[in-house]
């Protein structure tokens, strides 16, 4: 039975030697194709100096005079508009009239609440700029659950947009003497930008009486470019007055 033995040893020495011989001589194969992961070739592709993203959300000042519904008009420039180009900023506009944080204006829009999930999904950003509350007013006097309304939205923007800069600009009110309504909504405005790590900005005198169209609600635009000047001088100047440090969230 020995020389099974020793003829089952040789084989497997002769087997083995066959191996190395096929690995040293054989041509190698090509390597399996590289796949990269998910959104990794947009991200290495892109530049790194491209333009920094900018969401502007608000109602009837941020839409323009010639803008009749949601979609908006491009026939004028806006303050976000005018704004982004001298910052250097790419403009994403979400602005519908006569809406607010609390109000819509008939089919077709929505409160802030109620647009903050379709604005996440279209629009990246590393600054978010909210402008709105005018609307909130019912005969002078401001609407229940606004407050709770303002401090809801703006948390929930902290979480959709973590990374951004988010300023709050207060409800604007052409002129110098607002009504009670929309003093409150502004202290309301500037508490729950406190309580959510938001900037604050105080809008009182940016829009004149003369700067608005003959609506009676639009910024003319030589108002539009007033206000676009004010929002520059905010992000140029962090000791710009009415603007309050960002507190922690």
Known sequence: MSWIRNAGAAFLVVLGLSVIVYVLVAPPK?????????????????SPS????????????????????PAGSDDEATFAELAADQLGWVANVDAQNGTGYTIKAGDGTAAFTGRL??????????????????????????????????????????????????VALAPFWPGSDPPQGLIDARLAVKEAAAATGIRYVNTQGW????????DGSHPTPAGQKAIAQRVVAVFKHASTPGVSPSPSA
């Open 117 to 166: 999930a379709a604005d996440k999904k279209a629009f990246s950003a590393g600054v978010v700029v909210i402008s709105s509350g005018r609307h909130d007013l019912e005969d002078s006097e401001l609407r229940e659950g606004y407050d709770d309304a303002v401090r809801a939205y703006f948390r929930d923007v902290r979480i959709a947009y973590p990374k951004a800069t988010v």
């Open 207 to 214: 829009v004149a009486e003369s700067a608005i169209s003959s």
């Open 30 to 46: 090509d390597p399996p194709p590289y796949t990269s992961p998910p959104g990794f070739d947009e991200a290495a592709s892109a």
């Open 50 to 69: 491209a333009q920094p993203s900018a969401l502007f959300v608000g109602d009837d000042y941020l839409a323009g005079a010639r803008n009749d519904g």
